[in-house]
């Protein structure tokens, strides 16, 4: 199937995301919906870290008077004899440097911390705002949802009302909203990770100075399916943005896969070590076999009062807007009552119109969205098998589930269209199921 996989020894940002992506074959084009809604542009080029060629992207501001703003706000010199040759640090904790093969230091100011301080609402709305195709928005719309959570938990605060610092500034959002645009231009059927370096020592923050991994990264990593590993040097190497990119979108594993490579690039990282190159690597290429990783979410009621008509109706009403499954389970509630728990399964998208629905066809005063990864999914098609009986001919479906590789390994019969051959021709139902699905493998 088709992969991405980033290699995480040396941790990971958004904006080493970024460039990892770009130098993977990404198409820098994708990143409009981004630049044609903030006032920022992308300035992606390569640079030198310890002998590794890796492509940088800083995120730039357009818009005079906000460059003007924040070049005060941070201190700069606005004479004629200013120039960009100075460091300092950026929102994710990596010392930005200017040593580029190129001139860039002509009229232009970096995005680190540009914007006002807005709530997670905030953000959702700019990202609603972005000319995005619903599975990007939803992709970015979930990691800013990680991000918020990881920030709430921290600080004790309803998730509406939290205060992004770092994370809710303009070039936070192009890092993420970025980052959904590469990984959609690429096209994954799974995204993975090995386990992600934090780095050590300290790192300073909004609210003070804390130890490396920071709070909400450490947040982030307890949700996540990927590992943390301490090291290889002292400095913040995983910040909240990428650890909340990789949350959503990758799978931990222990070692990169087999895979037949097509192309590979690194992300430059702002810190340079002496001996370490401060690169993240992506590798993109087709990995053998395995089942198809489907991103998707669970929406889950319980029900106490709903007539059996109403219960019986929902896998066709709620699969009819969207749901991809549909399971309903006996339960005691409270006072010994018998009641129902409804649990669907929708991709992130779908679920508040699938939860629209199901909060009209049953009463439901609430709906509760689960935390899921993803579900591990078949390939799945469908062929016809024809049963001679007595001299007649009748044809039933035929599903087969196979992986990845088109490995096949189950076959079964439709139900209904064997229940249909059977009161026809007398014979027993899983006779006739069992003697479509043999037609199908002796094919």
């Known amino acids: 199937m088709r992969?991405?996989?980033?290699?995480?020894?040396?941790?990971?940002?958004?904006?080493?995301?970024l460039g990892a992506l770009l130098a993977a074959g990404a198409n820098e084009a994708a990143l409009a919906?981004?630049?044609?809604?903030?006032?920022?542009?992308?300035?992606?080029?390569?640079?030198?870290?310890?002998?590794?060629?890796?492509?940088k992207v800083d995120v730039l501001l357009t818009d005079e008077d906000a460059r003007r703003a924040h070049e005060d706000a941070e201190g700069y010199d606005h004479?004629?004899?200013?120039?960009?040759?100075h460091t300092h640090a950026h929102d994710h904790g990596h010392t930005h440097e200017h040593s580029h093969p190129h001139d860039h230091s002509d009229d232009h100011t970096h995005a680190e911390g540009a914007g006002p301080n807005r709530t997670y609402a905030e953000v959702i709305d700019i990202v609603e705002s972005m000319n995005l195709s619903a599975?990007?928005?939803?992709?970015?719309?979930a990691v800013f949802r990680i991000l918020g959570e990881a920030e709430a938990t921290v600080h004790d605060a309803p998730l509406e009302d939290t205060h992004f610092h770092e994370v809710g500034a303009d070039d936070a959002i192009a890092d993420v909203v970025g980052a959904c645009l590469l990984i959609a231009d690429l096209a994954p059927d799974q995204v993975l990770t090995t386990p992600l370096a934090v780095g050590g020592g300290e790192a300073d923050m909004a609210h003070g100075t804390y130890p490396i991994p920071t709070p909400a990264v450490v947040e982030i990593a307890a949700q996540a399916d990927w590992e943390l590993q301490g090291g290889p040097v002292e400095a913040e190497l995983l910040?909240?943005?990428?650890?909340?990119?990789?949350?959503?979108?990758?799978?931990?594993?222990?070692?990169?896969?087999?895979?037949?490579?097509?192309?590979?690039?690194?992300?430059?990282?702002?810190?340079?070590?002496?001996?370490?190159?401060?690169?993240?690597r992506a590798l993109v290429g087709e990995a053998r076999g395995g089942l198809v990783p489907e991103a998707i979410t669970v929406l889950e009621t319980n029900l106490d009062d709903a007539p059996p008509e109403v219960?019986?109706?929902?896998?066709?009403?709620?699969?009819?807007?969207?749901?991809?499954?549909?399971?309903?389970?006996?339960?005691?509630?409270?006072?010994?009552?018998?009641?129902?728990?409804?649990?669907?399964?929708?991709?992130?998208e779908e679920a508040a119109r699938v939860a629209q629905k199901l909060a009209e066809e049953t009463g439901t005063l609430g709906i509760r969205e689960m935390v899921a990864r993803h579900r591990w999914t078949a390939k799945r098609r469908f062929e016809t098998a024809t049963l001679d009986i007595e001299g007649h001919s009748y044809e039933v479906s035929v599903k087969l589930a196979s992986d990845a590789d088109d490995t096949?390994?189950?076959?079964?019969a439709e139900y209904d269209d064997a229940a249909l051959v059977a009161e026809k021709t007398g014979l027993p139902i899983r006779e006739i199921m069992r003697r479509a699905e043999a037609a199908v493998r002796d094919a």
């Open 3 to 17: 992969t991405v996989a980033f290699d995480g020894r040396m941790g990971a940002s958004g904006d080493m995301l």
């Open 33 to 55: 919906p981004v630049t044609e809604t903030l006032d920022i542009r992308y300035d992606c080029h390569i640079v030198d870290k310890n002998g590794i060629a890796a492509t």
């Open 239 to 280: 910040t909240p943005t990428g650890a909340a990119i990789l949350a959503h979108f990758a799978r931990g594993i222990d070692s990169l896969p087999a895979m037949n490579l097509e192309q590979s690039g690194y992300g430059a990282g702002g810190w340079t070590f002496p001996e370490r190159p401060n690169v993240l």
């Open 311 to 348: 219960l019986g109706g929902l896998q066709e009403t709620l699969t009819a807007v969207g749901a991809r499954d549909v399971s309903i389970v006996p339960v005691t509630m409270k006072k010994a009552r018998p009641g129902h728990l409804v649990k669907v399964i929708v991709r992130a």
């Open 79 to 85: 004479g004629e004899g200013h120039s960009h040759d």
């Open 135 to 141: 599975f990007v928005e939803a992709d970015a719309k």
């Open 408 to 412: 096949l390994y189950d076959v079964s």
